[in-house]
C-alpha cells in the first residue's frame, strides 16, 4: 500500500508563483512515476505534468514553459513549482504514483486546492 500527501496549495494572485509538494511513503517500486493531475470545476481531471523515477519528465502544453516538476528520491517527494500562474490554473491538483511500468496511476493523494486570482 501506497500513502500520498500534498501540501502547498493556496491563494495566489495572477502572475505569481506557488510550489505543492508531495510525500509518498509505502511500497514504492524501485522504477516509479510521480504525477500531477488537476481538476477545475466542471472540468475532467487531467494530467500537468509527470516525472519517472529516472528524472524523465512530461508536461502539458498548458503548462510547459512555467510549471517545473521535480522530485527528491531520497525522500520519496515529488515538487511542482508553479511560475506565472494564470487564473484558468485553479483547480484542485492531486499527487498519483505509477508504481512500476503501468500506464494509469494506483495511488492519489486527497488534493490540494491551489487558486489564482485575477
Known amino acids: 500500500q501506497v500513502q500520498l500527501v500534498e501540501s502547498g496549495g493556496g491563494l495566489v494572485q495572477a502572475g505569481g508563483s506557488l510550489r505543492v509538494s508531495c510525500a509518498a511513503s509505502g511500497s514504492i517500486f524501485g522504477f516509479n512515476t510521480m504525477c500531477w493531475y488537476r481538476q477545475a470545476p466542471g472540468k475532467q481531471r487531467e494530467l500537468a505534468a509527470h516525472?519517472?523515477?529516472?528524472?524523465?519528465?512530461y508536461y502539458a502544453d498548458s503548462v510547459k514553459g512555467r510549471f517545473t516538476i521535480s522530485r527528491d528520491n531520497a525522500k520519496n517527494t515529488v515538487y511542482l513549482q508553479m511560475n506565472s500562474l494564470k487564473p484558468e490554473d485553479t483547480a484542485v491538483y492531486y499527487c498519483a504514483l505509477i508504481n512500476g511500468w503501468g500506464r494509469n496511476p494506483g495511488y492519489w493523494g486527497q488534493g490540494t486546492q491551489v487558486t489564482v486570482s485575477s
Open positions: 516525472i519517472t523515477s529516472g528524472g524523465v519528465t
